[in-house]
């Protein structure tokens, strides 16, 4: 029939409108538009149930303000038909199709109006879970703070069963306080919610964009490093725009294992990073530059020492495993091991001063930190704690994670100091996991 190439096209929309997760009026309209071409309705108007429940109260259209309560089937009469949306024997809403032309395109119609309706039930069953829950943002109708926790405790405790990698990035907009005061409350909302729909549809499926706070954003990023998060979330930024203009953001990204263990943690450096981030840039946290006042350094310097940083990351949670310490206790070593850096100590003081800057900045707690102040210590006075990220980070710097022969010399080298500088029992534990080819997953080559 004629009319078919125009239903199926606005059917096409209809189902991509779902697919693509369109607000619900996008999906009314959509709906109405297929309705219209199956009967060839001069105008089609959408209806949603009222809050008293006693009727249908207009959305969009020119029809009447309000219409009763209809049957669970479609209405014709006078040139008009009203498809009520019903799902699971319920009316939800309405379509009011006027100067129908084609009565016998009902059965279309039909189809369409039923895909309206159940895109309203599962809009109708979010809005409820959400709001019992308290995790959903109603404004860009993305995660809020408390969804951001939720699914990063979620993902990051599957990092750990995993051995994967887990990236999370904070985004501020740019400049969203002038802009509002300069074009008012209702223009911002505007720009949050492009700037929402822009991450969440620049992402992968199962990745996560949250809105926490008036202009800023939170992305959970499984399987990330930090520096790939750090280019996606900069490519992301890249593609947003109002009216043409750009929107610029800001950001920060911090990943387990390289910089963190914990939600906490990881939060906080990614919060860090954005800090030092200013505007229109996105960038990694550092725990290795000397401080805020000076960040920019060698990248191939930074490359390198973030590397061995890894590395001696890593060995450190596999001595402390095989010494028998708990998981969670395993995480805090390898992140205070992550942080330990002997060549910039300059001294005990120095080292103090240093790791209260860390303790301060939520990167490591006092009893980590003491951890590495007790390389000032005697080794038999240290707790193990300490005399695991010693070894570790001996084996990295004598070369022995950058292939199977290197290893073996390292161990050489550790053993000429095991007893005056280091654990003989950490040492000898290392050598039996080498030897057992349980080397580290991860291992970076210089």
Known sequence: MSETPGFERDLGRLVAACETGLDLPGVLAAAADAAGAALRAGSVSSYALSEQRDGLALLAGDGPQRLELPG??????????LLPLVSAGRV??????????????????????????????????????AGESGTLDPLTRLPNHLGFQSVLGRELAR????????????????????????????????????????????VRSYDCVCRLDEGQFALVLPGMTAESAAALVGRLAGGL?????????????????????????LVRLASAALGRSGDARVIAWDGFAEGVDDPVRSLEARGARSADSRAVS????????????EPGHVDRVRLAASLDDP??????????????????AGMIDDEAASWLLARFDPVAEAPLEARVIAVAEAFVAAGGHRSQAS???????LWQQAGDRLDAGCVRTLERLLADEHEPPDQVSG
Not at 314 to 325: D, F, N, S, T
Request: glycine share 14%.
């Open 159 to 202: 990092a750990k069963r995993t051995g994967q990698s887990l990236a999370v990035s904070l985004v501020d907009l740019d400049g969203l306080a002038a802009y509002t005061a300069q074009h008012g409350a209702a223009e911002a909302d505007r720009v949050l919610r492009l700037a929402a729909g822009g991450l969440a549809g620049g």
């Open 241 to 265: 725009s109002l009216d043409g203009d750009p929107i610029t953001i800001s950001g920060g990204v911090a990943a387990f294992p390289e910089h963190a263990a914990t939600n906490d943690e």
């Open 407 to 413: 290893a073996g010399l390292a161990l050489s080298v």
């Open 314 to 325: 890593e060995y450190a949670g596999h001595i402390a495993g095989a010494c028998g310490l």
């Open 92 to 129: 939800l809403g309405g379509l009011l199709a006027e100067r129908v032309a084609e009565p016998d395109g009902l059965g279309r119609a039909r189809i369409a109006a039923g895909i309206a309706a159940q895109a309203m039930e599962a809009s109708r069953l979010w809005d409820t879970v």
């Open 72 to 81: 669970l089937d479609p209405v014709s009469d006078d040139g008009r038909t």
């Open 343 to 360: 060549a910039a100590a300059g001294g005990e003081e120095a080292e103090r001063r240093r790791l209260s800057e860390r303790v301060s």
